[in-house]
């Protein structure tokens, strides 16, 4: 979805009037307070807006004519006008209706040039209840949230109002909403007014104003009189008053706090990989709020924009949140579960119970999979986490298979530059870098392969050997699509696979015998991710596994073949972690990185998109060989490892709705127009047949173009949701370097040109991450095309300002 | 709160209907289901509860008469009958109102006694919308959520009923509800039918079914007439024909699922800590729900109990849910928060940015712990990563300052028993023992102090030196009260400080003397959780603390006092780490553990109770002097940690809340009534009063109980919401040890005689954790004194069992 841009504005206040239910009285009060905000705010200007009416169009005439001949003074406008009195959506039924991004862009548009006209006050009436449908049929809880109005919410105050109107704060809270105070008429017989003034002060801190209810409706020209004078009197009373002086407390409070932030953050806050010398208050992105793929950011201090300008911008979230997003930001159906989850269970301890969710979700997975291997699912918190399990699992396995005595020491198979988490346990899988080498209790556990990588240079998919070991790989390799270097079945068994093998195992041999001992091969499937995004041959990782299950004899010469391993779903050899935390869950498009490889893991870790990108869980999922080796008489064999959230309900059950969503656009062929097949019209024609079946949100031609014309670019490559465009640098490769931060900044600069419509008022941008020498941009498994092909412009702006 | 019974039985249906709004015609579809359902099954029973009625008694009775007159033979009951049309809690002003609990009971005896009839239906009809309050206030969506009924919405088909109807289900939703179907009126004019059945579907997939709208309500005795005729036509359509058999399929599926669990996660879930070998199916306990203090477990499998015993029980989370546990599971304000959240934010990517949630946390919890030191906040997911960063931040700290080579060996000085979570860093701060000694890359990094522990012994607090170290330390110590052990201004500078001060110096000097390094001070204050439950003498953690501090000569000969050391917030001797992951936030009633022992932390860790026992998330907090030591010009030198949920709004918005509630909760004085100095009426009427601020939930009388007359028990304690039973074991102590699992078995078996109420149909029991040969129990921070007592009884009547 293309962005929403918030209404903030730091010194043009606008409210959104809700109501619990249809005719409670949205109209009374905003024309009351609009009223009220002309005696008090003489100097400034009121607005009224009004996005959707229903009804007979006089009837629509006498809402802005009641508003003009109570209120006036203020401006008023209604955008979208509908004959039948009924909900929105159904009164819209056959006429041209404008999509949700289109109202909100209206109704924007309209909010901008009222704040342009400076200090004021913009109340916005819905219609309806809260969840009465808009136009297209989205509720308007939904369609609105994004623009980030504080709320009035008007209560029902007749028999049943209490219900209603707790009802629809809660619909309103859930979607991120800030109910701002709660109105209600005075009503002697059911006296709502009190119950919901201790309800909501109680529960929520949120003050409840009443009203006298208006005179009862008589004929129109009798209403016009009587309302006048009820407007008249409540306008200048002290209830009104106090009213307004709530909202224009909160509305600069809130911009007080926005414009405090950075700074007080700046003071205490340790950020995660972050070299505090070198940052400053000026660096730190206030997120106000976010939506599908975009942050709502605050755009900067006061005094370095006019008070006119918006105080929030929509900025695409270009890491996709540090690579956790799949279903954007604020999706109300991981919301619900997140809710009905904690409702339903709270947390409860694991360990010896199990609850559905939890259940579910790893019946899911093992069946999702779709592998021979996995059978037992293992939660823990984080990827850092879940790849230390996945170590205590095979390292376990493997000494109790060759024998090995207590202490040991065992040590993995990994790729350079593979990144695991964080702790120590998971750095202990990285071999030595930037990242570890200065942590007092790193102590890389392994050996690290170099690996052949593969990147689009000049059009063409090249495989670049490492070049210290291009007299044992052979020279690089050209494609012409990435199918090709993904069809492993053609590329199996000739010349560069038999060299990769013998490589492998020359390496392998010449280790052990050092006398090294190791237990586990493991790695990120297809894309090394932290240590530089980097996409691997595939077939290296292919020739990897099967030389490692095959070789048990190299990891221990005593070893003899016993009949017990015969079974095809053990793990042979050395037990094969496939660390999918970044690479899985639809991230490079399918369900497992692994199938890209045509193979299984014996252990396989999940985290990220596991929740949707909402909060952390892991998973590790392993073969039943790798289980039975803990298997043993005595408590202490048990792998004693647990976390007290272990497979908390929340995070099951979001995850489970994360799965049932993606797996469900997978089935419906949401992204086919992402697949690779599609790439085939570029490349001067030629037929690229996808032997695979690849997909990649971001365009051949965006990767063509930038292989062929940028000359500071070494090669980019896109899987997935994934774009990655490697700089050369001069100053060296990795995390040290400079290289892309200049391509960042132009992102982050943003849309100043794109197109005809965008001033400072409809301004985005792209928050990025960078990793060395290179810029990645990350979507998320919503992201749209159109979104996608704005974002490559904006990129290739970019490298040709670079 | 007491236990609530949820109405679950295998071949009973309860369902409860809730409507969308007041008037939406919920009678009219329960009379319809009932007699359909006494058609459909007609050997079965059909019975109809309306558990709070209001209205004119001649309304009520006309209520229950037409039940009875359209459906005959269907058992109808109303529990409270209020006089006036309005809103339960209105009505019920002035009147006789039973507590919440006190209505439930009512409710379960009436479908207990239904359920013990045989198969069949019941229908619980609640009054007005899912939100009208209840007699005492309580909305009715919170009050009945604990009885885990599966819901029939009863849609409003009028304009605005859109609206009203996905709201209601959105409140019922996030509170665990499970809606198993919308029934709705058909209605030509608003439709609400079409646009409900696409949105639910959809989104929920849930059915929304519609009847014909009733005659409209002439005069009563037409209107019986023409309702009798609609009933008869639409008691047989095939549309309510449908609706029984979907809630009969739904009713079967539940409990089909619920019998199959435990075999499932038998065979597909690894666990944390359990030996599977010795694990069965019988032993996993199914966790359909939880509320408040206590699960909602399955009885037991089909055919080992009557198909009329109730298919779930109430378990008092006895472990609090391996600790985690604050504010009580379904807590719907922690619900609120994390659904407020995800919809605003969902999660957002935490370096170089900002956010609400995290900086209001990390200013509270600074804030808070009213420190002299600690400024800033890092956040990770748990317990154990936040203290693989605390590790991390304390020895770069001291190797800096101290001048040592990268790559020296440096370890931590901590207790015996000490435990601080399960990566493999945490393990590394933890001593030898059975939880980490068979894991391949384990190696405990430090020194490990066996310390004096407290217990009640024969009613008196005594100190035990450890056997090995009374030549050093002296003979253990008797206080008469707890507050008197915790009195650390009158205990320092005695003789047994002096001598507690001694050994850990001559200890440290000859550790230091031979050679090692230190790097960081790293315990749990006060209390040593996982390593055995023990209470630590106050003292001497305090002499450590002291000691540490001031022995920078010792740490590094050439170390020179700096000027710049002169701060008194700044470390001395080595940083001081407190895991309060376990003791602190309010688990031994303060916001702090470190209060107890009159000194600060340079690096404290907070989990568990962080979040009030909902989501994973984790602080490290440190002071400046910590936090500068990584400060360079090199990006290399920051503290390269971080997780990709990093300070995930939803954590922190949640913990916000937690804080919150405690903090007001302790505000009011809630826990006045678990205040020690109330403890001294016992102990023969000798005024105890309280010097320290202490409490416990468990009553001293229990203490004073156990420690006399039970002789297996080698001591107990109890402080805050934790009780500890050492029993004496003739196996020797420790991880393996099963000498409390007698204990914990009678307690499973449950409240079998406990008081004259109490029958198969009202039985609860108590799941609880052992470690080795201690029992503990843990409340939660919302546990009453009546749940405490009862729990207390259940205790000493299976200790005299024992």
């Known amino acids: 979805m293309a962005p929403v841009h918030p209404l903030l504005w730091r010194s043009f206040r606008v409210f959104q009037v809700y109501g619990a239910n249809t005719d409670v009285g949205k109209t009374v009060f905003t024309t009351t307070l609009c009223r009220a905000a002309r005696l008090m705010w003489g100097r400034e200007h009121t607005a009224f807006l009004k996005p959707v009416s229903t009804g007979p169009e006089d009837e629509a005439d006498d809402l802005c004519n009641h508003v003009e001949r109570h209120a006036p003074g203020v401006l008023r406008r209604t955008l979208l006008q509908y004959d039948l009195a009924m909900s929105p959506h159904a009164a819209a039924k056959g006429k041209s209706v404008p999509s949700d991004v289109d109202l909100l862009s209206k109704v924007h548009q309209f909010a901008s040039r009222m704040a342009a006209r400076g200090p004021g006050w913009l ?14 049929g989205t509720t308007q809880a939904d369609l609105y949230a994004a623009l980030r109005c504080p709320v009035v919410l008007v209560a029902d105050s007749k028999l049943g109002g209490i219900s209603l109107t707790i009802s629809a704060f809660e619909s309103l809270k859930i979607r991120g909403y800030d109910v701002e105070t709660i109105l209600v008429f005075r009503d002697d017989k059911y006296d709502n007014e009190q119950y919901l003034k201790d309800y909501f002060t109680g529960h929520h801190g949120i003050a409840v104003a009443s009203l006298p209810a208006p005179p009862p409706k008589t004929d129109i020209g009798a209403d016009t009189e009587i309302m006048s004078q009820y407007y008249e009197e409540e306008s200048e009373s002290t209830a009104t008053r106090r009213i307004l002086e709530h909202l224009d407390r909160r509305h600069r409070a809130r911009i007080d706090r926005l414009d405090s932030m950075c700074g007080d953050a700046y003071k205490q806050i340790w950020y995660p990989f972050t070299q505090h010398k070198l940052n400053s208050p000026d660096n730190i992105v206030v ?29 695409f979230d270009g890491s996709a949140s540090w690579w956790t997003q799949g279903l954007g930001h604020g999706n109300p159906s991981l919301t619900m579960s997140a809710a ?3 409702g339903r269970y709270g947390h409860v301890m694991f360990a010896g119970a199990i609850h559905e969710p939890a259940l579910a979700l790893a019946q899911t997975l093992l069946h999702s999979m779709k592998s021979s291997r996995l059978t037992r699912v293992f939660y823990s918190d984080n990827g850092s986490t879940g790849v230390e399990v996945a170590v205590k699992m095979a390292l376990r396995a493997a000494r109790l298979r060759y024998g090995w005595a207590a202490g040991t020491d065992i040590g993995i198979i990994g790729l350079k530059g593979g990144y695991h988490g964080d702790t120590i346990g998971a750095m202990d899988c990285a071999e030595p870098s930037t990242y570890n080498e200065k942590i007092e209790w790193y102590n890389g556990r392994g050996i690290w392969y170099d690996y052949p990588s593969v990147k689009c240079v000049r059009g063409q998919w090249a495989i670049e050997m490492p070049g210290a070991l291009k007299a044992d790989l052979g020279d690089d390799q050209v494609f012409e699509s990435l199918s ?18 013998k ?6 041999s010449n280790h052990l015998g050092n006398g090294r001992k190791f237990g ?12 530089g995004m980097e996409l691997v041959d595939p077939l290296f990782q292919r020739a990897l596994v099967d030389v490692v299950r095959r070789s048990a004899k190299l990891f221990d010469a005593r070893h003899r073949h016993r009949p017990g391993n015969s079974d095809p779903a053990s793990w042979s050899g050395l037990p094969v972690i496939f660390d999918e935390v970044f690479t899985g869950l639809y991230r490079l498009g399918r369900f497992t990185a692994s199938s890209f490889l045509g193979t299984e893991a014996d252990v396989s870790v999940h985290a990220k998109l596991l929740t949707g990108g909402l909060v952390p869980l892991s998973t590790t999922l392993a073969s039943e060989s790798i289980f039975k080796a803990f298997e043993s008489d005595d408590k202490a064999d048990a792998l004693l490892h647990g976390h007290s959230y272990t497979a908390h309900p929340v995070g099951c059950q979001v995850a489970l709705e994360s799965m049932r969503q993606m797996q469900a656009m997978e089935g419906r062929g949401e992204w086919d127009w992402a697949k690779e097949s599609d ?14 079946e690849l997909w990649s949100i971001w365009p051949w031609d965006l990767l063509d173009w930038v292989s062929n014309q940028i000359q500071c670019v070494a090669g980019t490559w896109a899987l997935g949701s994934i774009l990655a465009i490697h700089m050369k640098a001069a100053d060296g490769t990795g995390y040290k370097s400079n290289a892309a931060l200049k391509l960042q900044s132009f992102l982050h600069d943003g849309d100043r040109d794109g197109n005809a419509s965008t001033s400072s008022s409809t301004r985005w941008n792209v928050h990025s991450r960078v990793l060395g020498n290179v810029l990645y941009i990350m979507g998320s498994q919503k992201t749209t095309q159109d979104d996608v092909a704005e974002i490559a412009r904006l990129v290739q702006r970019a490298l040709v300002a670079h």
């Open 123 to 136: 109340f916005v009436e819905t219609a309806g209840g809260v969840h009465s449908p808009g136009p297209s």
């Open 287 to 315: 997120i106000d709020s976010a939506r599908g793929d975009f942050f709502q950011t605050l755009v900067s201090k006061p005094g370095a924009t006019s008070i006119n300008q918006p105080a929030l911008q929509p900025s």
């Open 340 to 342: 009905y989850a904690a």
């Open 484 to 501: 090709d270097v993904f069809d492993l079945d053609a590329r199996r068994s000739k010349h560069k696979h038999r060299a990769y093998e």
């Open 503 to 508: 490589y492998i195992e020359r390496t392998l």
């Open 520 to 531: 586990a091969l493991l790695m990120e499937p297809v894309v090394v991710g932290a240590g």
């Open 679 to 692: 790439w085939s019209g570029c490349l001067g024609g030629r037929a690229r047949v996808a032997k695979a």
